[in-house]
């Protein structure tokens, strides 16, 4: 079945450097692919979604890339700042949302 | 505006104990619902959705139901619960048939002792 593995599982990055979260998933059908923030103890919420007609999509310090021939896709964070710590998800489907596969999750840590 | 309620927030349940959590969506119609468990330090694992009233679909074999007696009620039950049932439990809901953003509730923190 679908799966998508997601590197690295943890991240600390200096403040004000940019961090990046990978991707891949197996399914050459998958055409929507969203991030998720979780902060600790809250609900996980979409920060940018990507879809397969299109390689890059940016918002403010936020982009997402996608390489549909690699089937992986990542998160980039520019100027990282405390806030930014949390754990991402990302996710892909092929068609609706009760087909979404998720990633494990990747701890983001923002150094002082 | 759309909001999405989830209760309780937190619970200490003993072995065996039944459970209820309960869901409910203002500012939409026909929603699509789902539950999603989320174990300590884990990611998202579906457990169950519904397209509408009366119809629910589940993604994993458990000791849990779940119904949707109102179209913007999603409740998550079991009659006997296990230490495994511990976890963090989050209700959300999208719209249209599709893949896009799916909204979650503040979720509710299960304790099974």
């Known amino acids: 079945g679908e799966n998508v593995e997601q590197h690295p599982s943890t991240l600390s990055v200096q403040e004000g450097d940019s961090a990046v979260i990978k991707c891949t998933y197996s399914?050459?059908?998958?055409?929507?692919f969203p991030w998720y923030k979780q902060e600790l103890g809250k609900r996980p919420q979409l920060i940018i979604d990507?879809?397969?007609n299109v390689g890059e999509k940016k918002d403010q310090r936020i982009a997402v890339t996608l390489n549909k021939t690699a089937k992986h896709f990542s998160l980039h964070i520019t100027e990282t700042q405390p806030e930014d710590s949390a754990v991402y998800f990302c996710?892909?489907?092929?068609?609706?949302?009760?087909?979404?596969?998720w990633g494990a999750g990747t701890k983001l840590i923002i150094k002082p | 505006s759309q909001t999405i309620h989830q209760w309780p927030a937190t619970l200490v349940q003993p072995v065996g104990s039944p459970l209820s959590l309960e869901c409910t969506v203002e500012?939409?119609?026909?929603?699509?619902l789902y539950w999603y468990r989320q174990a300590a330090g884990r990611g998202l694992q579906l457990l169950f959705y519904?397209?509408?009233?009366?119809?629910i679909s589940s993604e994993v074999p458990q000791n849990l139901s779940a119904s949707r007696p109102q179209d913007r009620q999603f409740i998550l039950s079991s009659k006997k619960l296990l230490l495994s049932d511990s976890g963090f439990y989050l209700c959300?809901?999208?719209?249209?048939?599709?893949?896009?953003?799916?909204?979650f509730g503040a979720g509710s923190r299960l304790t099974v002792l």
């Open positions: 959300a809901w999208s719209v249209g048939s599709g893949a896009n953003v799916l909204t």
């Open positions: 500012g939409t119609s026909n929603p699509n």
């Open positions: 519904s397209v509408g009233i009366g119809q």
């Open positions: 399914d050459s059908a998958s055409n929507y």
């Open positions: 990507i879809r397969s």
């Open positions: 996710a892909a489907s092929k068609g609706s949302n009760y087909q979404l596969i």
